[in-house]
């Protein structure tokens, strides 16, 4: 991933965001009519792609990225949350032993019909280790470190009524819209 289309990508969600106008709707915007975005969830997608001991990790780099956006939207009096989610997960989780070290992994099946586990690595800590290279400028970013592969959603197995297997779209949606209901 080029450095430069992070950084663009932050601005562009920054200025984005000011299309929606953000905020609460209070009687007299009801009133006439005015429709404001009270609440904003900003979501890293594909979380199945990693162990969920990475997913508070993924969470915190995707709010430092959108840091500029979220803070205008809770400016605007909006509610926002960032949230690592998977509509549909392809994976399970799993522990593979490398050179002698257990490693958190996870499992699924490529798009060949394989089956197959990786370690993708692990996302710093700190987010602006990886955000600040991409925010100065730098050509290559990311690349080759964290390794995603291709996976084939799970075979249908599932009873009539059940839902398909995800991560936190559940909490997504109650965030969103729960009290509407």
């Not at 792609?49 to 990790?57: D, E, T």
């Not at 522990?95 to 019909?113: K, N």
């Not at 993708?120 to 964290?146: H, K």
């Amino acid at each position: 991933m080029q450095a430069p289309a992070v950084e663009d990508m932050r601005r562009t969600m920054a200025d984005i965001l000011s299309a929606f106008r953000p905020g609460r709707a209070g009687w007299l915007s009801q009133l006439l009519g005015t429709r404001r975005v009270e609440r904003i969830l900003f979501a890293a997608t594909k979380a199945d792609h990693l162990h969920h001991i990475q997913h508070p990790r993924l969470t915190n780099i995707v709010s430092a990225m959108l840091r500029e956006a979220r803070d205008r939207a809770d400016f605007a009096g909006a509610r926002t949350e960032a949230m690592s989610i998977a509509a549909l997960r392809c994976t399970t989780e799993d522990i593979i032993t490398q050179d002698g070290e257990e490693l958190p992994a996870v499992r699924g099946r490529l798009m060949d019909g394989r089956q197959a586990s990786f370690y993708p690595g692990e996302l710093p800590l700190n987010p602006a280790e990886i955000l600040n290279p991409a925010m100065q400028g730098a050509s290559d970013w990311l690349d080759g470190d964290y390794a995603v592969m291709d996976l084939a959603p799970a075979p249908n197995t599932l009873r009539p009524g059940d839902g398909p297997p995800h991560i936190r779209l559940d909490r997504a949606a109650e965030f969103l819209i729960g009290d509407r209901i």
